[in-house]
C-alpha cells in the first residue's frame, strides 16, 4: 500500500477535524460518528467527490471504521425540457458514468422510456406527459449495484402552446444549449446582431408584441419584461455582459426563440 494513499496533508486534516469536532461529534459520539462527520466535513470544505473526501473515507477504513470510498457517480443530460404542443422531433437522452453496473434509473411516474448501452448506462426518454401546472419540477436519479446514487433536477415548462422547432433541433434545452422553440406564423426581427448597445425588436404580419425575455446560455432568464402593445421597440443591452443570448418573445400569434450576440466592441 502506497505511503500516501491516504495523505492530504496536515493543515487539510485539521480543517477536516476541526469541523467535525465543532459541528457534528457530540459527548456520546462513537468510532462510525466520528467517521460520517469528517467525511461530510471534507465534502463540506473541499467538494463531494474531491480527493479529500477520497483520502478521508479511505484513511478511515484503514483504520477498520468502514468501507473503502465509493467511486461517485454523474449523470449528463438536459436539465431544462420543454414540453410543447404535438410530437417532440428528438428523444430526451440521459448518461450516466462511474461506479459499478448495472445502473438502474428512477423518473417520474406516467414517462414513457427505455434503456440502453452498457449495464443500462443510457434512459431515452420519448414521452413526456404535461404536468399538471407550469412550470414544474421532477428529479431523474440512477443507483450503481453497489448502491451510489445520482440525483439531478429538472425544470420542466410550456413553450407557449408552439410546436417544437425541428429545424432548431433539440426538445430539451441542455446545459449551456438553450432550445429553440416557435411557432410558424409568428414573426420577429431582431437587429442589429450582434448588437453593442442597442438591440431593435420589429413584429412583422400585424403581430403585437406583449412580453420578452432574454436567457444566457446557461438557460438562466436575466431579463424579463411586459410589453404594451409594441410593435416595434428597442432595448438597452448595456447590463448585458459579452457573449451569447436567447431572446423569447410573445406576440398575438405565438411564441418565437432567437438567438442574438452581445459584443462590447
Known amino acids: 500500500m502506497a505511503v500516501d494513499q491516504f495523505a492530504i496533508g496536515i493543515e487539510k486534516a485539521a480543517d477536516i477535524t476541526f469541523y467535525n469536532l465543532t459541528k457534528f461529534m457530540q459527548s456520546g459520539s462513537t468510532y462510525p460518528d466520528a467517521r460520517s462527520g469528517s467525511i461530510i466535513a471534507a465534502r463540506i470544505l473541499y467538494g463531494q467527490c474531491s480527493g479529500e473526501e477520497k483520502r478521508t473515507t479511505n484513511a478511515w477504513n484503514a483504520v477498520g471504521v468502514g468501507p473503502t470510498f465509493e467511486p461517485c457517480i454523474e449523470i449528463n443530460g438536459p ?84 410546436f417544437c422547432d425541428e429545424d432548431n433541433g433539440f426538445s430539451a434545452r441542455k446545459k449551456n444549449a438553450p432550445v429553440f422553440h416557435s411557432t410558424p406564423e409568428t414573426e420577429i426581427l431582431l437587429f442589429p446582431n450582434p448588437v453593442h448597445d442597442l438591440l431593435n425588436i420589429r413584429c412583422t404580419d400585424n403581430n403585437i408584441l406583449s412580453e420578452i425575455e432574454i436567457l444566457d446560455v446557461t438557460g438562466k432568464i436575466v431579463w424579463t419584461e411586459q410589453i404594451n402593445n409594441g410593435a416595434e421597440i428597442s432595448i438597452s443591452t448595456d447590463r448585458l455582459a459579452e457573449g451569447l443570448y436567447f431572446f423569447r418573445g410573445r406576440t398575438t400569434s405565438g411564441f418565437k426563440t432567437l438567438r442574438f450576440i452581445k459584443t462590447n466592441l
Do not use: E, M, R
Not at 117 to 133: A, H, K, W
Open 79 to 162: 436539465d431544462f425540457i420543454f414540453i410543447c404542443d404535438g410530437p417532440a422531433p428528438f428523444d430526451v437522452v440521459y448518461k450516466v458514468s462511474g461506479g459499478a453496473t448495472p445502473y438502474t434509473w428512477s423518473i417520474n411516474a406516467g414517462w414513457t422510456f427505455y434503456t440502453q448501452g452498457i449495464g443500462n448506462n443510457t434512459l431515452v426518454v420519448t414521452d413526456i406527459p404535461p404536468p399538471p401546472s407550469y412550470p414544474a419540477t421532477t428529479t431523474i436519479s440512477a443507483t450503481s449495484a453497489t448502491g451510489v446514487t445520482k440525483t439531478i433536477n429538472v425544470s420542466l415548462d410550456h413553450c407557449g402552446g408552439g
